[in-house]
C-alpha cells in the first residue's frame, strides 16, 4: 500500500456533490425518454450494421415512480484506455448506486481493461475497496489496457463471461474507440439473445468525446490544469532568467483541446492548433513561420525568451505530414512483416526512403533521424500512430534554428535564440481529480448504474449543464450509436466514433483567434497556479475555461 500523504488521507472524506436528482429515494428517480436522436451520417449503413440498437431516444432521469428500483443487480466494469482522473470516481458511484439500491447488488471489476472481459480476469469489488480509492487519481484499482474487442472469438468469450457472473450490466470507462466498442459488444449481445445491457461511460484527457449531449469527457479538467500550473510556472520562469524560448509539447493525440485550455489558462506566446493547421492547408514552414514571428518581434523589444504551446497531434495535421504518415501506414499495412524483420532503425529508414513514393520520401528524408525512427514505430491497437512518442517539440526548434539564422543573416533578427523542450502529458493523467471531475465522474458512475437498473443498453452515461452547479446538473443517457458514423479504417468500412477536434467557429478557439497576436508580443502571462481542493468554490470548483466560454 501506498505511504499516505497528508492531502492524500484529507480526500478520502471529500463528499462529490451530485446532481439535486439523485439524493432522492432510488424508488423516485425515474427514466424519462426524451427526443430520438439520429446519427448525422450514414443513418442507412449504421441502421443495418446496429439492429437492435438504432433508433432509441435520448434519457434523462427525474423525479417519478422506478418500478426497478429495489432490483439487486450484478455488474461488472472495466477501465478502458489511457488513465484519466476521476476514474476510481466512476466506480465509487456505481458502486453507491448499485448500494442505495439493493444491498444485494454485486460489483466486479474486470482486470486490465477489456481483456478481462474477455478473459474472465477479474476482482470483486467490496466497500473497502471503493473507500481505498474514493478521490483518487489513476487507474490502479482495476487497471486499465487498450485491448480491442474485434474477432468472434473475443465477442464470443465477452459474453460467456458475463454470462458466467449472471451480470446485468457491463460498464466500460473509455474513450471514442471503447465506447464504439461498448456498442459492439452491446449490439453482439442482443443479436445472441442476451438481456445483459453494456453501457457507456465518457473518459478521456484528450476532450475530444463530446457533442451537446456529452459536453466534456472526464479528466480533461484535471489533466488540463496540471499542464497549465506547469506552463504557468514555466511562463514566469521565462522572463526570470530571460533566456530560453520554452517549447512544450502537450497530450491530446489528435484534437488540440489541451492545447487550447491551455493557451485560454495561461497566454503563452505561440500556441498552435492543428485544426486550424489542416483547415489552413498550412505546410510545416508556415507553422515554424508562425513561431519564428513571434520570436523576432520579441526580440525587438528585449525579449529573447517565451513560451509556445504545440498539441501533440500536430504532425498528423500538417498535410505534407499527413500524406507521409498515411503512406508509411499503407506500407506497414501490407509489408509489416518485411519491415519487422529488418535488423534495425538504421535498415528501417533506407526501407522507408526506397519504398515510399518520390514526394513522401523526400518530405522523410529531410526530416531528423530521431523523427524518421518515431514514424517507422508501432502503431496502437486501434491502427493509430503513437503521436504521444514523435519528439514534434523537437523538430520544430530545429527548424526555427535554420529559419532565425538564415533571417540573421538577411539582418532581419539580431537576437540570441536558446531554448527548453517539454512535453506534459503522463504528468497529467493520474493527478488527484479536482473537485469538478471527481464531482462529475461520480455522478457518471451513479447514472450508468440508473442506465444498467432500467435495462438501458447501448447507452453512454451522459450530464449535461456542467457549467452550473453540480446539484443543477441533468443526468441522463444517449444511444452510443448516434454518435457514430462509418470511416475506412485498415482497407475496411468500420462503423466508430467519431473524434470530436477542436471547431474552428466554436466560441473557445475564437475567443483564443482574437486574442493571440497581443499574447504573442506580450509577457502579461495568466498563472492560474496549482490545483485547489479546498477552499472558496470560485477557485475549488470552476469548470475549464473551454466549458466556460462555450456556455457563456
Ligand atoms: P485515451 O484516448 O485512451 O483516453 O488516451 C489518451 C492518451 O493519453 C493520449 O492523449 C495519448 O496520445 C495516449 O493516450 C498515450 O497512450 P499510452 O498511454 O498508450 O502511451
Not at 526555427?400 to 497529467?428: I, M, N, P, T
Not at 474552428?504 to 481542493?533: C, E, M, N, V
Request: charged residues 20%.
Amino acid at each position: 500500500m501506498l505511504e499516505r500523504s497528508p492531502l492524500h488521507n484529507a480526500r478520502f472524506a471529500y463528499i462529490p456533490k451530485i446532481p439535486e436528482i439523485f439524493a432522492s429515494p432510488i424508488a423516485a428517480i425515474k427514466a424519462i425518454p426524451t427526443e430520438v436522436i439520429e446519427p448525422r451520417q450514414d443513418k442507412e449503413a449504421l441502421k443495418r450494421i446496429f439492429e437492435h440498437s438504432f433508433g432509441k431516444p435520448a434519457m434523462k432521469f427525474g423525479s417519478g415512480e422506478n418500478i426497478f428500483a429495489a432490483k439487486p443487480l450484478q455488474v461488472g466494469v472495466l477501465l478502458s484506455g489511457g488513465p484519466a482522473p476521476g476514474g476510481h470516481n466512476v466506480i465509487s458511484g456505481l458502486f453507491d448506486g448499485l448500494k442505495k439500491g439493493s444491498n444485494a447488488s454485486r460489483l466486479i471489476g474486470f482486470k486490465g481493461g477489456p481483456s478481462g472481459l474477455v478473459n474472465n480476469s477479474f476482482l470483486e469489488i467490496t466497500a473497502d475497496l471503493v473507500d481505498a480509492y474514493r478521490n483518487t487519481g489513476g487507474f490502479d484499482m482495476v487497471g486499465s489496457g487498450r485491448t480491442k474487442i474485434e474477432t468472434p472469438e473475443q465477442f464470443e468469450k465477452a459474453l460467456g463471461t458475463a454470462k458466467l457472473h449472471n451480470l446485468d450490466a457491463v460498464v466500460v470507462v473509455g474513450g471514442d474507440d471503447s465506447n464504439t466498442n461498448a456498442a459492439l459488444l452491446a449490439e453482439y449481445f442482443a443479436i445472441h439473445g442476451s438481456s445483459i445491457c453494456v453501457v457507456g461511460v465518457p473518459k478521456t484527457i484528450d476532450g475530444d468525446l463530446r457533442n451537446e449531449w456529452i459536453e466534456s469527457s472526464f479528466g480533461f479538467d484535471t489533466a488540463t490544469r496540471t499542464y497549465s500550473e506547469l506552463i504557468g510556472n514555466i511562463c514566469r520562469d521565462a522572463p526570470s532568467g530571460r533566456k530560453y524560448w520554452h517549447f512544450i509539447r502537450l497530450m491530446g493525440r489528435s484534437a488540440s483541446h489541451i492545447a487550447l485550455e491551455c493557451a485560454l489558462q495561461t497566454r503563452a506566446n505561440v500556441t498552435l492548433i492543428s485544426e486550424e493547421v489542416a483547415a489552413k492547408g498550412m505546410s510545416l514552414g508556415q507553422v515554424v513561420d508562425t513561431i519564428v514571428s513571434s520570436v523576432i518581434a520579441r526580440s525587438a523589444k528585449g525579449e529573447d525568451f517565451g513560451v509556445v504551446l504545440i498539441p501533440e497531434g500536430l504532425i498528423e495535421f500538417v498535410p505534407e505530414m499527413k500524406t507521409l504518415i498515411s503512406g508509411i501506414n499503407a506500407l506497414l499495412a501490407h509489408e509489416e512483416k518485411d519491415f519487422k524483420a529488418l535488423p534495425g532503425i538504421v535498415e528501417q529508414r533506407a526501407y522507408m526512403k526506397q519504398r515510399l513514393p518520390s514526394e513522401a520520401s523526400r518530405l522523410f528524408t529531410s526530416l531528423p533521424e530521431d523523427i524518421q525512427a518515431q514514424l517507422c514505430w508501432d502503431r496502437d491497437p486501434h491502427g493509430n500512430v503513437q503521436v504521444s512518442r514523435i519528439e514534434t517539440e523537437k523538430l520544430l526548434i530545429s527548424m526555427v534554428r535554420q529559419r532565425l539564422s538564415k533571417a540573421a543573416a538577411e539582418g532581419l533578427y539580431s537576437g540570441k535564440f536558446d531554448y527548453q523542450s517539454h512535453f506534459l502529458g503522463y504528468e497529467g493523467r493520474c493527478a488527484f481529480p479536482t473537485n469538478f471531475d471527481a464531482d462529475y465522474c461520480y455522478s457518471l458512475g451513479f447514472t450508468a448504474y440508473l442506465l444498467a437498473l432500467n435495462g438501458f443498453t447501448g447507452y453512454i452515461a451522459s450530464i449535461r449543464n456542467l457549467a452550473s452547479p453540480a446539484s443543477e446538473w441533468i443526468p441522463g443517457g444517449i444511444p452510443l450509436v448516434s454518435m457514430m458514423n462509418i470511416e475506412h479504417r485498415h482497407g475496411s468500412d468500420k462503423p466508430v466514433i467519431k473524434k470530436a477536434l477542436v471547431e474552428l467557429d466554436g466560441k473557445p478557439f475564437r475567443h483564443f483567434a482574437a486574442q493571440r497576436d497581443k499574447w504573442a508580443l506580450s509577457t502579461d502571462y495568466r498563472l492560474p497556479g496549482g490545483i485547489q481542493y479546498f477552499g472558496p468554490p470560485a477557485i475549488t470548483d470552476a469548470p475549464s475555461l473551454t466549458l466556460q466560454i462555450e456556455r457563456s
